[in-house]
């Protein structure tokens, strides 16, 4: 059976910035269909466990989705302010039902399970046709904009866009968990009396239970309390010396036992092109295998432990970067550095560069000490200007990416490109 339809926008990708530029597009009235390869909206931020949002100076610009996230979310009581302030602690598997909430609230249709195969553009009408393939039909859709949300490039791939080069540069992709049974009482009465530095460990007790925060990792600048534990466990062989790379925890909304593990980080000798197919499956079974002597660790090392167990393996990698398009503009590491405003910025940030690697010596967090801003003309493809990337494959350098890459920045990147469609569509 073949169907064929016509929109003003199509979104590939129903991961945090597709869902921010297809549920924009459709509140201000365009005529918007999300595609989505899977069965269920949020990408990382619900198949990737990818929780809590890190907290990022926005000054306020493209926040109405996240505003609006926070407004559905907590109609699910799927989200938890921090005694930090960051308002998007949230709860994975609720958010796969606030996600779609909201884009049904603005009539925007969804094609779950669906892929494309074959895109056409048209240079005298200025229209894509597109392939798609579901496992129930195929469709043939024209629109006059699209928007690449897919994480991997695949629409500019398609059109034979024009890609940045890697200069052998990677950053190593990461697994994440959750562990349920936990005594959160008495592993947070621990951390407490064992680790006083607020800037890694934290403690919220409330009438909606106990929330906390902590970490260890192989940043030398830093004194970890839980550093101790981890070298014995290594004498122990309890965990490989590698497994203690990176360690962090996260309590969850309305899971009052369960902590959200952001960890294991994938390591590979001498990095990995994670776009390789094969490396992608071995980090997979790699990581799968970390999580296993990780929660061993817990259960044997961490107060409140003794009953835990793994609840919920994330269904995808935590990936940092993957491919990077060429746009209009390539923003840069010293943009980032600079006081340098653009016309049109698609989002404010002041989140530092942050390069995951397999090695101590070349792990990186470099704070900027002020705000710094992306233009819209860095989603906007250099081949077409009605197709624009919005997510971790944005036209950026290596290094300025790693800082732009966060969730918050996921979801201004698409409401900028929305709205940027907007315009031209009512110019």
């Given amino acids: 059976m073949i169907k064929k339809l016509k929109y003003d926008l199509v979104v590939f990708g129903g991961g945090t910035s597709g869902i921010a530029a297809a549920y924009i597009a459709s509140k201000l009235g365009i005529n918007t269909l999300l595609i989505e390869k899977s069965d269920v909206l949020g990408g990382a931020i619900t198949q990737g466990l990818v929780i809590p949002s ?11 989705f996240f505003n609006d996230l926070k407004t559905f979310a907590d109609k699910y009581n799927a989200r938890h302010t921090y005694i930090d302030g960051n308002e998007a602690w949230f709860n994975p598997e609720l958010l796969k039902i606030v996600f779609d909430d909201m884009l049904t609230s603005v009539n925007c249709p969804i094609l ?182 990780i929660a061993a660790f817990c259960k044997r090392f961490l107060p409140g432990f003794k009953d835990a167990y793994i609840s919920n393996i994330s269904d995808i990698l935590g990936i940092r970067e993957s491919v990077r398009i060429k746009g209009k503009c390539i923003t840069k590491y010293s943009d980032l550095l600079s006081d340098k405003i653009p016309c049109n910025p698609a989002l404010a940030c002041d989140y530092p560069i942050d390069i995951h690697s397999d090695k101590p010596q070349n792990d990186k967090l470099i704070f900027s000490k002020h705000t710094y801003y992306l233009p819209v003309e860095s989603l906007i493809s250099s081949k077409f200007d009605n197709l624009y990337a919005t997510g971790r494959i944005l036209s950026a350098d290596f290094e300025a990416q790693s800082a732009l890459r966060t969730q918050q920045s996921c979801f201004s990147m698409g409401e900028a490109a929305a709205k940027d469609i907007y315009k031209k569509l009512n110019h």
């Fill in 54 to 64: 890190m907290k990022v100076n926005t000054e306020n610009i493209n926040t109405d």
């Fill in 112 to 293: 779950f399970s669906s892929e494309p195969c074959c895109i056409k553009y048209s240079s005298k009408t200025g229209i894509f046709n597109s392939e798609i393939s579901h496992k129930l039909l195929s469709l043939y859709i024209e629109s006059k904009y699209i928007i690449d949300a897919t994480a991997q490039g695949k629409i500019f791939k398609l059109l034979n866009c024009e890609f940045q080069n890697s200069e052998n540069k990677f950053q190593n992709p990461g697994l994440r968990f959750i562990m349920s049974g936990i005594n959160i009482e008495t592993f947070s009465n621990w951390l407490l009396e064992i680790d006083k530095d607020i800037n890694v460990t934290t403690v919220e007790k409330t009438d909606r239970g106990i929330y906390l925060s902590t970490a260890y990792t192989w940043d030398i600048s830093r004194k970890w309390a839980l550093a101790p534990l981890f070298k014995e466990a290594v004498r122990l062989k309890v965990l490989e010396y590698s497994d203690t790379a990176y360690f962090q925890v996260f309590s969850i909304p309305k899971m009052p036992d369960a902590l959200a593990f952001n960890c294991p980080r994938i390591i590979f000798k001498n990095n990995g092109d994670i776009n390789d197919p094969f490396v992608y499956s071995s980090a997979l079974i790699q990581g799968r295998q970390r999580i296993i002597r």
